[in-house]
């Protein structure tokens, strides 16, 4: 059975939309505020809708996804599907299973300092502590990477 419960984050960054879209999903920003969760963390694939991508640590081990939906400057919708362990997907595991799929949205909106970068998070129970204290971190980190000059 799945378990999975929705966390929700948001920032807002004082830059204009493509600025925020591009160094969030660029290879270097991207390596520099996800490093809030883990120090060295990159991404291997396109961010295209129906493209795989994976996230993964230095080690190697990480999770694969697919982008569910890709509307440029609005909209970001990743469906995790499974773990990477040992440079092998598991999709089938009791591990995975008990939780994927589950999705990870952004949604960027127009306010008046700026733009509004909101996530929408499914996590399974053992690692909500974990992203509630990481997601503000590395939303900050974004939020410093699009704010500079």
């Known amino acids: 059975m799945r378990n999975v419960k929705q966390l929700n984050f948001s920032v807002v960054i004082n830059a204009p939309v493509q600025t925020v879209w591009q160094r969030m999903l660029s290879d270097v920003g991207y390596r520099h505020w ?4 883990c ?22 081990d990480g ?3 697919t982008i569910a939906e890709h509307i440029p400057l609005e909209l970001l919708s990743i469906k995790h599907l499974g773990f990477i362990v040992a440079g092998v ?8 299973t008990s ?13 008046d300092s700026g733009i509004e970068v909101s996530i929408e998070q499914d996590i399974a129970p053992q690692y909500e502590q974990y992203m509630q204290d990481s997601w503000p971190k590395a939303l900050q980190k974004l939020k410093a990477l699009c704010e500079q000059g």
Request: proline share 4%; charged share 20%; aromatic share 20%.
């Open 99 to 111: 939780w994927a799929p589950a999705f990870e949205n952004y949604r960027f909106r127009a306010v």
């Open 89 to 96: 997907d598991d999709f089938s595991s009791d591990n995975v």
């Open 39 to 60: 120090e060295g963390s990159y991404f291997k694939g396109s961010w295209q809708q129906g493209e795989t991508i994976r996230f993964l640590s230095p080690s190697g």
């Open 34 to 37: 996800t490093s809030a969760f």
């Open 63 to 65: 999770m694969v996804a």
